[in-house]
């Protein structure tokens, strides 16, 4: 296998215990794993013929080796067929799910920061007639059309940072009153 993450491999193991992966395996220039045969590995003795047949290949050809895994829809419908049948015969509750975690404060505080720089960024376009380019956003000043400066992420990022701080003065349409903002 490729150099895949190891919790793939501890995925399939597990899925593999649970009997919902098929290996399949072919074998080039042998009759019994050929490739039109999909020979499946599904005991011990095939997969013992299937290490010999393939100890005698040479180190140029490939033997392939394929996983099939059962619909991870039709698996989650049988366990809840097979739970909702032992709780009707009398059996356990099945375990309850972990109510989801609740945000912290800090993960609260960065969404609103967040939501405030992609407001200031809609609240400004960009003008070619001022910077001569067509991507960088720039807030312009509202009594003088010539005036403005580049809304970089550093200032929207301390623009947003004073709207929090100082709401009453600071707002979408009002930068702060600092030489970063200055025109």
Not at 25 to 33: C, I, M
Not at 74 to 94: D, F, K, N, T, Y
Not at 145 to 163: D, G, Q
Request: glycine share 2%; hydrophobic share 35%; proline share 9%.
């Amino acid at each position: 296998m490729e150099k895949e993450d190891k919790s793939f491999d501890v995925y399939v193991e597990k899925q593999d215990a649970n009997g919902n992966v098929q290996w399949f395996a072919t074998v080039p220039n042998d009759h019994t794993f050929a490739a039109n045969h999909k020979r499946q590995l599904e005991s011990d003795e095939i997969f013992k013929s299937f290490v010999t047949a393939s100890s005698r290949v040479a180190d140029n050809r490939k033997i392939l080796c394929c996983l099939v895994q059962k619909d991870p829809c039709v698996i989650a419908e049988r366990e809840s067929a097979h739970s909702q049948l032992r709780v009707a015969h009398g059996g356990p509750l099945p375990p309850q799910e972990p109510p989801p975690p609740k945000p912290t404060e800090g993960s609260i505080s960065a969404e609103a920061h967040y939501k405030l720089i992609k407001h200031l960024f809609a609240a400004t376009d960009p003008c070619e007639r001022l910077t001569g380019s067509h991507e960088l956003h720039v807030f312009i000043n509202p009594k003088n059309n010539n005036e403005y400066f580049p809304l970089t992420m550093a200032r929207a990022n301390a623009w947003a940072e004073a709207i929090k701080n100082n709401p009453n003065e600071v707002t979408i349409s009002t930068p702060p009153d600092s030489p970063m903002f200055r025109f």
